[in-house]
């Protein structure tokens, strides 16, 4: 992107096809590309010529658009969510956000930095059992370059209980989920995509290798139907929460195939068709003693004999 950038600086314009030459990347790259230098701000424009050509340029002096300014209510915002990334603290992500913020009080009115200090204390996160990606930072470098820049890795992972297997593999999306970072793509080894905890990879080595996104991905390939992560069996759950704790079910929405079924006595009852039994099992288990298993019965049988499993052990 920066190549394309400074081609893009340097002249009127250019077609995809110049630039998919000059940077030595496929057009369908040269596409994603434009389409990440617009979204990130830059003046981007395309012109039809008469021959039907298509030519990508910036505004005529964009340099000299004024910068952007925030609002209070905008900093507020940008300083609540940066506060949500507390996990990846020690990590260059960080840096990164240092970085952004940093710009951000230096193009601000001296009077108006002081309030930032303000700002930043109003939108205040809390954490429990946050992951430490801080020893990991090296290995996020990797891996923010190989995604960046769509470079397949050679990936060292070592499974929870299982031996430790290296992977040639293409990174796709990198994931925040329930605390933690996975990344997902595409596994050469086991031909299929695949999910690693960040933490459980041991090395990562950036190959010279580029390769290219398929054009019918989506995140949801990489989840299926799970509740959570794992996509396994598909669960034809229903569960009955009593009216002690229905409001909590009733805030939010759990899966997209979720429905919500009102009993006249105030408890609900939730049905939802999702996979990852060790997940939805975890879910159930944080609302005892206010929840009760309907369907289906193997899960209802597996639910209540660790249960018996916890008192007998007690």
């Known amino acids: 992107m920066h190549d ?30 434009l389409e990440a230098i617009s979204d990130a701000g830059y003046p981007l424009v395309n012109e039809r010529q008469e021959d039907g050509t298509v030519i990508h340029r910036f505004i005529t002096r964009f340099k000299q658009i004024p910068p952007i300014t925030f609002s209070l209510e905008e900093l507020m915002t940008l300083y609540l969510c940066r506060g949500q990334l507390a996990f990846l603290r020690g990590t260059p992500f960080q840096d990164d956000l240092d970085a952004i913020f940093a710009r951000i009080r230096s193009s601000l009115p001296p009077r108006s930095v002081a309030h930032l200090e303000r700002i930043a204390e109003a939108g205040t996160p809390k954490f429990q059992g946050l992951h430490d990606y801080a020893a990991k930072s090296d290995l996020l470098k990797d891996l923010r370059k190989a995604l960046l820049f769509q470079y397949s890795t050679d990936l060292t992972y070592s499974p929870a209980k299982r031996p430790t297997e290296i992977y040639r593999f293409d990174p796709y999306r990198l994931l925040f989920y329930d605390g933690a970072l996975y990344l997902g793509g595409y596994a050469h080894n086991r031909n299929a995509l695949r999910l690693f905890l960040v933490d459980r990879i041991q090395s990562v080595t950036v190959l010279k290798d580029r390769f290219e996104l398929p054009e019918n991905f989506t995140d949801d390939q990489l989840t299926g139907r799970a509740f959570g992560l794992v996509d396994e069996n598909l669960i034809e759950l229903k569960v009955l929460f009593s009216s002690e704790i229905a409001h909590l079910i009733l805030e939010r929405r759990w899966h997209p195939s979720q429905v919500v079924d009102k009993q006249a006595d105030g408890s609900v009852i939730l049905s939802l068709s999702a996979s990852g039994e060790r997940e939805i099992l975890a879910w159930l288990y944080s609302y005892l003693p206010h929840v009760k298993v309907l369907a289906p019965d193997d899960l209802r049988k597996k639910f209540y004999a660790s249960l018996q499993q916890a008192l007998g052990d007690s």
């Not at 950038?5 to 994603?32: P, S």
């Open 4 to 33: 394309v950038i400074r081609l893009l600086e340097a002249r009127y314009g250019a077609t995809v096809d110049e630039l998919a030459e000059e940077c030595a990347v496929t057009r369908r790259t040269i596409y994603r590309d």
